[in-house]
């Protein structure tokens, strides 16, 4: 007699999974910034080369600029401007150099299933807040701990349950995070 | 956003936030009146002679246009390097010859096995597109789950989704990424009288 056939068995292979989506960081925002500031300096040589031509009605900006800055001499007020400059120039070494922002969490699939960390806090609080015994809950969750918060009716036990129903819950993670529990009791809050 | 143009945000950011600096130390380093101890020519105030000069020059303006022309259109290509084209077009099928053409739109299957993993327990909804990613073809779904939802069951339709789509596409080379969002408030149940 041959065996029983389930239907992972006649179910054909699933997709190979694609890589974790990443997010660019805030070097995806600054990149178009710089660009849209060279546009403008591009059009504003232009301008300026129409205006020196003739052929646009006006005054040029960039000899207003130079005009303006001539005889300008050494002044207190230059050291901090110039290290707030600095501070800028290092925030943009910094975002240029950070690496891609990797915010989600694989479950254990066959094919690529991801949870980004702000879902996983989502899950946690709302499984948090199935058990018995907590009047609220709230989560915070980076990809590797998950912390909650809970205000019960008592202490005795609620920790444990809510750690318990948690980590239940976000079984299905392929690296389930650490979970962490905070309880507060009406007697802490008043 | 494709990694070539991260890339290049990024080495352009670098040359930006290095230029920021040195610019920001040198105005601070002048301003202070420490910038003569290592550069002894520091000028005491600012002549800006050489720019004068230039403006004034014949050839100005044709070099001011020709520049501003390169700076706007290396800014437009930088730009529109962001816009996403990775969509994927038809794709053709087995058994396309002489007699016709058999070609799949990729999309309308994908969207049919989103609505299908829309139809699991507690996956409220889910879309999906089909992009190019490194030269492989990605279908990537969304879907927004409840927060009571069991994720081992819509993991599992996930699968299933994917491998019967991988079915109708005929492709060994396609690639799957499903993305589940949890939605913040439980939905209501309606109420059974």
Request: aromatic content about 4%; charged content about 20%.
């Given at each position: 007699?041959?065996?029983?056939?389930?239907?992972?068995?006649?179910?054909?292979?699933?997709?190979?999974?694609?890589?974790?989506?990443?997010?660019?960081?805030?070097?995806?925002?600054?990149?178009?910034?710089?660009?849209?500031?060279?546009?403008?300096?591009?059009?504003?040589?232009?301008?300026d080369a129409?205006?020196t031509a003739?052929?646009?009605?006006?005054?040029?900006?960039?000899?207003?600029?130079?005009?303006?800055?001539?005889?300008?001499?050494?002044?207190?007020?230059?050291?901090?401007?110039?290290?707030?400059?600095?501070?800028?120039?290092?925030?943009?070494?910094?975002?240029?150099?950070?690496?891609?922002?990797?915010?989600?969490?694989?479950?254990?699939?066959?094919?690529?299933?991801?949870?980004?960390?702000?879902?996983?806090?989502?899950?946690?609080?709302?499984?948090?807040?199935?058990?018995?015994?907590?009047?609220?809950?709230?989560?915070?969750?980076?990809?590797?701990?998950?912390?909650?918060?809970?205000?019960?009716?008592?202490?005795?036990?609620?920790?444990?349950?809510?750690?318990?129903?948690?980590?239940?819950?976000?079984?299905?993670?392929?690296?389930?995070?650490?979970?962490?529990?905070?309880?507060?009791?009406?007697?802490?809050?008043? | 956003?494709?990694?070539?143009?991260?890339?290049?945000?990024?080495?352009?950011?670098?040359?930006?936030?290095?230029?920021?600096?040195?610019?920001?130390?040198?105005?601070?380093?002048?301003?202070?009146?420490?910038?003569?101890?290592?550069?002894?020519?520091?000028?005491?105030?600012?002549?800006?002679?050489?720019?004068?000069?230039a403006f004034s020059a014949s050839w100005w303006p044709w070099a001011a246009?020709?520049?501003?022309?390169?700076?706007?259109?290396?800014?437009?290509?930088?730009?529109?390097?962001?816009?996403?084209?990775?969509?994927?077009?038809?794709?053709?099928?087995?058994?396309?010859?002489?007699?016709?053409?058999?070609?799949?739109?990729?999309?309308?299957?994908?969207?049919?096995?989103?609505?299908?993993?829309?139809?699991?327990?507690?996956?409220?909804?889910?879309?999906?597109?089909?992009?190019?990613?490194?030269?492989?073809?990605?279908?990537?779904?969304?879907?927004?789950?409840?927060?009571?939802?069991?994720?081992?069951?819509?993991?599992?339709?996930?699968?299933?989704?994917?491998?019967?789509?991988?079915?109708?596409?005929?492709?060994?080379?396609?690639?799957?990424?499903?993305?589940?969002?949890?939605?913040?408030?439980?939905?209501?149940?309606?109420?059974?009288?």
């Amino acid at each position: 007699m041959s065996a029983p056939v389930s239907d992972a068995d006649v179910r054909p292979p699933s997709m190979r999974p694609a890589a974790a989506p990443a997010g660019s960081g805030p070097v995806g925002v600054v990149g178009p910034l710089l660009a849209v500031l060279l546009l403008a300096l591009g059009v504003l040589l232009v301008r300026d080369a129409l205006v020196t031509a003739g052929t646009v009605s006006g005054s040029a900006w960039l000899p207003a600029v130079v005009d303006g800055l001539r005889g300008t001499g050494p002044a207190g007020w230059l050291v901090p401007a110039g290290a707030v400059v600095v501070l800028v120039g290092l925030w943009l070494v910094v975002v240029a150099l950070r690496p891609r922002s990797r915010r989600t969490l694989p479950l254990t699939s066959d094919t690529g299933v991801f949870l980004h960390v702000r879902d996983v806090a989502r899950l946690a609080a709302g499984a948090a807040g199935d058990v018995d015994g907590v009047l609220d809950a709230s989560a915070s969750a980076t990809r590797r701990k998950v912390t909650v918060t809970v205000s019960g009716t008592a202490a005795a036990g609620l920790r444990e349950d809510v750690t318990e129903a948690v980590t239940e819950r976000l079984a299905a993670l392929a690296s389930a995070p650490r979970v962490s529990v905070l309880v507060r009791t009406p007697e802490e809050s008043s | 956003m494709s990694r070539s143009v991260v890339g290049l945000d990024r080495v352009l950011t670098l040359l930006a936030g290095l230029l920021v600096v040195a610019a920001g130390a040198a105005v601070a380093a002048w301003g202070g009146g420490w910038l003569v101890q290592v550069w002894a020519a520091a000028p005491r105030t600012l002549q800006l002679r050489t720019a004068s000069d230039a403006f004034s020059a014949s050839w100005w303006p044709w070099a001011a246009g020709a520049a501003g022309v390169v700076a706007a259109l290396l800014a437009l290509w930088w730009l529109l390097a962001h816009v996403p084209r990775n969509r994927v077009g038809d794709l053709p099928l087995r058994g396309s010859g002489r007699g016709g053409r058999l070609a799949l739109d990729p999309s309308g299957a994908a969207a049919t096995a989103a609505d299908v993993l829309a139809a699991t327990p507690g996956v409220r909804s889910a879309s999906s597109r089909v992009v190019r990613e490194r030269g492989s073809l990605v279908v990537d779904v969304s879907a927004t789950v409840e927060p009571t939802a069991d994720l081992t069951a819509v993991v599992v339709a996930a699968d299933a989704v994917t491998a019967d789509l991988r079915q109708v596409l005929g492709r060994d080379d396609t690639r799957a990424r499903v993305r589940l969002g949890v939605a913040r408030r439980a939905r209501r149940q309606r109420r059974v009288s």
